[in-house]
């Protein structure tokens, strides 16, 4: 197959020393394998993500995704734009949309364009790595790479929020999305059948302003999948990822629980079983160590 | 037809019957006990070359009377239906071999409940005649309505197009009905966001010049006799003048009377002037004409008003409504609009609790609605203070707070009244109206009725159609899908159940066809839904009638009247053919050419009952034809298993049960006997409106007689089954052989 | 209260659902709620909300002007969307709920302690500084945010999630002195004004 090409926005917290640099470090080693190349927009700013709203109004952040689009279509002319972050890609995906159907906002939004030399044709498709690895790969094609299965290894996919609604996955529903489970099976794992909070909020950013309405969310999250049996919990999600791993012990703390559940990237998962080592799977990025991931990697 | 009866008995082997079996003692049965002339087996008895052996016999050896032994009676009708000649369905698919294991030690009972069902088979065949239709009617395709609004004229119209000459009684001096009234109506056409006009002038012109439709105004029905197919209908006019017209079949499009406001004191209807009806807008938005409405107290134009949506309706309180009206919420809508359309500055408000705006553009109507600007408020009106600009006392719901709202208008939706004219006698005394028990007990004590009758119809049983909830003339959907239970009498539009415009229209459109269908059905003696096209229909010994006149009484579709002699007159085409009447008789008078007191009453005793000492009970099952039948079928064709013990007899109704037969299956030997019915009370599922209470009511009256002979009443049961009870109706069955197990077996065996 | 307040007050009068209409980000979906509840029922952090999407939707249409700019509860939303998916008029509401906030900010009458106003403003500051997100630098601000005490409580709780991030390679001491940023930062702040003076213009007529 031929290597595919797309236009990259890794988006802020993926940066080197960010919360989320070992998503990107698996995302590299994964595709690699697969013969992906990602060419990042040069120069890509933040998306304002979904927090943004307070001090930025709606055309200033607009005209933030702009950019990054307009960006694209200078540098990466005619690749799709992917994202990993699920806050980018929704973020990117809404201002496409929105600028599609308001001809007044996207003349502005050209005028704020043109204060950085930039000018915006809006056409390109937006989407999420997880679109490209079930559209453009397939799952058979994703399975055929997998050097080590995950044998024996249970887990809870954790779709979280922004990956799935507004936007969500093509063919997928919003209340029982099912790929995250077909991506866990095609590794060689098994999916927690039937987990409760599969689609269940985390908090988001009132982690961070809210934190005990926001971890007696995650504690749920976290329950259900243990009482699914789940020995680790994977997910498409940067802010899924963080809340649900770094809360475990002040949640153990305020109700009494024994929380220490590693949670993981499907794109962890999918570079342990083509065969990476821990590094390149980001495994040493865990706060809580994926022991079962890293014995197989280590193999 | 030949007078000589000459029965020709058919066994399939097909369906496993074959090597179930045994055919041959099955053929010995049916000559020998079943005195059939000819009896042949077929391996396939409903393909081609079994249905031409039959008709040979028919055509050749004189047959009149055919027995087949094969699968139901509900299965392969397209097959065996042969003219000229009865049909018996002895069931050994369903009824036997589906039902019973195929093990060896079960053989012989499972071989007695087949050689039964040959028996019986042939013995009711014995006792059936080939129905003819009485001749009472010939074809006659004028069809009357009554009523010329929306409903009427739509009616009017579509029986016209298909070539039924149709007379319009209307009362008063113009066509239009309610709708004519509107400034204009909610949308009926895609996109459904703005009002629309009200379409009665097209209406009216169409009616007027199609040459197939008399209309009849300042007219009312003064009498109205016979039956489908010869209705004799007086129409009089106001000044007193009346001609007699005679019609196919009816339908009734009566419409409603608006609600009475003036009940409403609580919103001040009568102080305020600006406190108005939905009725009393369109007139101010006629008189408007697209300027800005004002309102009536000072001619101010309207700058703020407020809809209270199910204002005296979707109540409990004494003078309200209990119903929803269904148009209200959509008319509101349409109101607003009035005012939005002419300026979007003024406030418009809908009170309302639930908004509800049926139809295929409600939704879309509603979404205009707000898109427009119209508020909705979620809240209850407690009261309108009367002042200069009237005060909505209100509670909104959603945000939990008390309210007052100063407005130039207010406009209250009001609901439909049903113009359904008059109770029938049976619903009045059943009413806990202690006047009316009164009444009662006076029995014939003429009962007093304010409301004028729109039919008056020449029925025993009251002057118009049955009402069923809040005084709608409505059908029981289930078991009348827009029919009335006054055969060939079709209710259309708000009389029927409240409704707006477009479902009115629809609604005149399905009983102008209806209405087509009863006049041609009833021309050729064929019955209405759901025996339709029997040609049977009751007839009555004259000799042994001691005239109590609980036919008359009992039979729910008003079809018996009284000649003047106090005899019982049938009139055949009113008949839905259940058999009410033949089970009320109480010496055994009325039946039907295939369908009487011996057609089910020799099969029975048809059925070879062993000693007490074999140990083989025998339970009799009465089962409705129309539910518990059709469920014992397809509990076997889930192959659940039942007692061997079990003879089961189809009836039309439980209403048809004869207590002679109850006494008579004891009186034989049987251990224990179950009628199944269909469920009866408010949400009954009788397609015969009460047969099943009615039996129920007869049944009670069993266990005296029971006890008399000092038998356990348990011996006789009545049970209410649903078509869906395929699990239940076996494990009723089976529960039955246990109790009698317990109790033992019926002495009464010879 | 501000100017711009005053003058919406002024220009709007009684007409809170038109000043919505006019003003929010998708405001004009407002008067397309049905009422049903559907959103409320929905939100993960519902029981917090003083006035759930459904009231706050009745409360415009009844002219609850302050009540509705002044609450805390469009700042519980925690954008999980699970209102839009579901909400049978497909009203934005999560949307609608960020452009309530936003208006409420942009007149000044918002709850300036509620935490997530607070955060929520620190986030756009720290985004609009250098065009990415400096994450320590926000981690810092967000706990310093109740003054210097709280602040050091705050921090003290939170060391442990901080070092963990720290020896995962998860959080980076560098951002302290310089870190992520746009490379085009003049250009970049040149759109940012750009884009805020022309919404200025069109919402208060302003600029």
Same mark, same amino acid.
């Given at each position: ?299 | ?222 009498? &109205?006799? *016979? $039956?489908? +197919? ?9 000044? @007193?003048?009346?001609? =007699? %017209? ?110 509800? &705006?049926? *139809? $295929?553009? +409600? ?9 427009? @600007?119209?508020?909705? =408020? %979620? ?372 | ?207």
């Amino acid at each position: 197959m031929a290597t595919k090409e797309y236009s990259f926005y890794p988006g802020c917290s993926s940066q080197e020393g960010a919360s989320s640099s070992n998503y990107l470090k698996s995302v590299q080693s994964m595709c690699d394998v697969l013969d992906i190349k990602l060419n990042v927009i040069p120069d890509w700013n933040c998306c304002s993500a979904s927090i943004g709203y307070c001090g930025g109004g709606e055309l200033p952040r607009l005209a933030l995704s702009a950019r990054n689009i307009a960006l694209s279509e200078q540098h990466n002319a005619g690749q799709d734009i992917v994202a990993t972050c699920a806050a980018c890609w929704l973020a990117t995906k809404e201002t496409q949309e929105r600028l599609d159907d308001d001809a007044g906002l996207m003349d502005e939004t050209n005028q704020a364009l043109a204060e950085a030399g930039l000018k915006l044709k809006n056409d390109n498709k937006i989407r999420h790595m997880v679109e490209v690895l079930i559209e453009d790969v397939g799952y058979e094609e994703m399975g055929k790479h997998v050097k080590k299965p995950l044998d024996g290894i249970k887990i809870a996919g954790y779709v979280g929020c922004q990956t799935n609604r507004p936007f969500g996955i093509e063919g997928e529903s919003f209340e029982n999305p099912k790929y995250l489970d077909k991506f866990i099976e095609t590794m060689g794992a098994e999916p927690v059948e039937n987990y409760d909070k599969k689609v269940s909020c985390c908090g988001g950013a009132l982690a961070f302003s809210e934190p005990e309405k926001s971890q007696a969310l995650i504690k749920d999250i976290i329950e259900a999948a243990y009482d699914g049996g789940a020995d680790m919990i994977v997910t498409p999600c940067p802010v899924c990822q963080m809340n649900v791993e770094v809360y475990q012990d002040k949640i153990n703390a305020k109700y009494g629980t024994k929380f220490n559940i590693p949670v993981t990237y499907y794109s962890t998962l999918m570079s342990v079983a083509y065969g990476k080592n821990g590094k390149e799977s980001g495994l040493n990025g865990q706060i809580i160590k994926a022991k079962q991931l890293e014995e197989i990697a280590a193999k | 037809m030949a007078d000589e009866i000459k029965i020709g008995a058919y066994i399939c082997k097909g369906c496993g019957l074959g090597d179930r079996l045994d055919i041959g003692q099955l053929e010995m049965t049916a000559t020998r006990d079943g005195k059939a002339a000819i009896c042949q087996q077929h391996d396939f008895l409903c393909s081609d070359a079994g249905v031409k052996m039959i008709q040979d016999d028919i055509d050749n050896e004189g047959v009149n009377r055919v027995v087949i032994a094969a699968c139901s009676r509900r299965a392969k009708t397209d097959a065996f239906a042969f003219d000229n000649v009865t049909l018996s369905r002895a069931n050994l698919r369903e009824g036997v071999i589906w039902v019973r294991p195929d093990e060896d030690d079960q053989q012989e009972t499972t071989q007695e409940m087949a050689d039964d069902y040959v028996r019986m088979a042939c013995a009711e065949a014995k006792y059936m005649k080939v129905p003819q239709a009485s001749g009472q009617q010939g074809v006659n395709k004028n069809i009357l309505i009554a009523g010329g609004g929306i409903s009427g004229m739509t009616a009017a119209l579509e029986a016209s197009k298909a070539g039924y000459p149709c007379t319009i009684v209307e009362k008063t001096g113009a066509l239009g009905g309610a709708t004519a009234q509107l400034y204009k109506k909610i949308p009926t056409k895609s996109p459904y966001a703005d009002p629309e006009d009200n379409g009665v002038a097209e209406l009216i012109a169409a009616v007027e010049a199609d040459s197939n439709i008399t209309v009849c105004l300042n007219s009312t029905l003064t009498n &109205t006799a *016979g $039956a489908p +197919g010869r209705f004799e209908a007086d129409i009089t006019t106001e000044s @007193g003048s009346t001609e =007699t %017209k005679s019609f196919g079949a009816i339908v009734q499009a009566s419409g409603f009377k608006p609600y009475d406001a003036n009940q409403l004191t609580e919103f001040s209807y009568t102080k305020s002037q600006d406190v108005i009806t939905q009725a009393e807008l369109e007139a101010l938005a006629i008189a408007a004409d697209g300027g800005p409405i004002k309102r009536p107290s000072d001619g101010k134009e309207v700058e703020n008003v407020m809809f209270i949506q199910c204002a005296g309706q979707r109540s409990k309180k004494e003078g309200h409504l209990e119903h929803c009206s269904g148009f209200c919420c959509s008319a509101s809508i349409k109101q607003a609009m009035y005012f939005k359309d002419q300026n979007p500055d003024i406030d418009t408000t809908v009170l309302y609790t639930d908004l509800r &705006t049926p *139809g $295929a553009g +409600g939704e879309n109507f509603y979404r205009s609605g707000q898109k427009k @600007g119209i508020i909705f =408020t %979620k809240g209850i009106a407690t009261e309108v203070v009367h002042s200069k600009n009237p005060i909505v006392k209100f509670k909104d719901l959603i945000l939990d707070e008390d309210v007052e709202d100063e407005v130039d208008l207010v406009v209250l939706a009001t609901g439909m009244v049903p113009n359904s004219g008059q109770p029938t006698r049976a619903e009045l005394t059943q009413s806990d109206n202690d006047d009316i028990a009164a009444d009662k007990a006076g029995e014939e004590r003429e009962i007093r009725i304010d409301v004028e009758s729109i039919l008056n119809l020449d029925y025993r049983q009251g002057k118009d159609v049955p009402h069923m909830e809040n005084g709608f003339a409505d059908s029981h959907f289930i078991c009348f899908p827009y029919e009335t239970q006054r055969t060939g009498i079709y209710t259309a539009g708000p009389t029927r159940r409240p409704m707006d415009t477009t479902q009115a229209m629809d609604d005149a459109m399905g009983a102008a066809m209806k209405a087509i269908s009863e006049a041609e059905n009833a021309g050729l003696g064929k019955a209405a839904h759901p025996r339709v096209a029997d040609l049977s229909f009751p007839s009555f010994r004259a000799e042994g009638c001691t005239q109590c006149k609980r036919c008359t009484v009992e039979c729910p579709f008003g079809a018996i009247n009284e000649t003047e002699d106090g005899y019982p007159e049938f009139n055949e085409s009113r008949c839905r053919r259940c058999g009410t009447c033949m089970g009320a008789c109480p010496v055994r008078v009325i039946s039907f050419e295939n369908y009487s007191i011996d057609t089910v009453g020799q099969q029975l005793k048809a059925v070879d009952i062993p000693d007490e000492f074999e140990e083989k009970p025998r339970m009799l099952i009465l089962a409705c034809e129309n539910d518990a039948y059709p469920a014992l079928d397809m509990a076997a064709q889930n192959k659940i298993e039942y007692s061997a013990f079990t003879r089961v007899i189809p009836v039309r109704c439980l209403g048809s049960v004869s207590l002679s037969w109850i006494t008579d299956s004891m009186n034989s030997g049987f251990d224990g006997i179950m009628l199944m019915g269909c469920p009866s009370g408010d949400d009954y599922q009788c397609h015969f409106v009460k047969g099943s209470g009615t039996a129920q009511e007869r049944m009670g009256k069993v266990g005296d007689t029971l006890e008399s002979l000092s038998l356990e009443k348990e011996r006789v049961q009545t049970f209410e089954i649903s078509i869906t009870d395929i699990h239940k109706v076996p494990k009723l069955i089976n529960d039955m052989a246990e109790t009698i197990e317990q109790i033992g077996m019926s002495p009464f065996k010879f | 209260m501000s100017d711009l307040n005053t003058g919406m007050v002024e220009k709007y009068r009684n007409n809170f659902l038109k000043e919505v209409e006019a003003n929010v980000e998708e405001g004009d979906w407002v008067k397309m709620c049905m009422q049903c509840g559907v959103c409320s029922g929905s939100c993960p952090l519902g029981p917090h909300w003083d006035h759930p999407p459904q009231e706050l939707f009745m409360m415009i249409r009844a002219g609850k002007r302050d009540e509705v700019l002044q609450s805390t509860s469009m700042w519980m939303c925690t954008s999980c969307y699970n209102c839009i998916v579901r909400c049978p008029r497909e009203l934005p509401i999560t949307h609608i709920m960020h452009g309530l906030a936003h208006y409420a900010t942009r007149l000044g009458i918002e709850p300036k302690g509620q935490p997530t106003r607070q955060f929520a403003q620190l986030f756009w500051d720290n985004l609009a500084k250098n065009g990415r997100v400096n994450e320590l630098w926000l981690g810092v601000n967000l706990y310093f945010m109740n003054g210097f005490v709280e602040g050091i409580k705050v921090a003290m709780g939170m060391a442990g999630i901080g070092l963990g991030m720290l020896k995962s390679g998860r959080l980076s001491l560098k951002e302290l002195i310089g870190g992520h940023t746009v490379k085009d930062k003049k250009g970049f702040k040149a759109m940012i004004k750009k884009a805020q003076e022309l919404e200025a213009a069109r919402v208060d007529g302003s600029n």
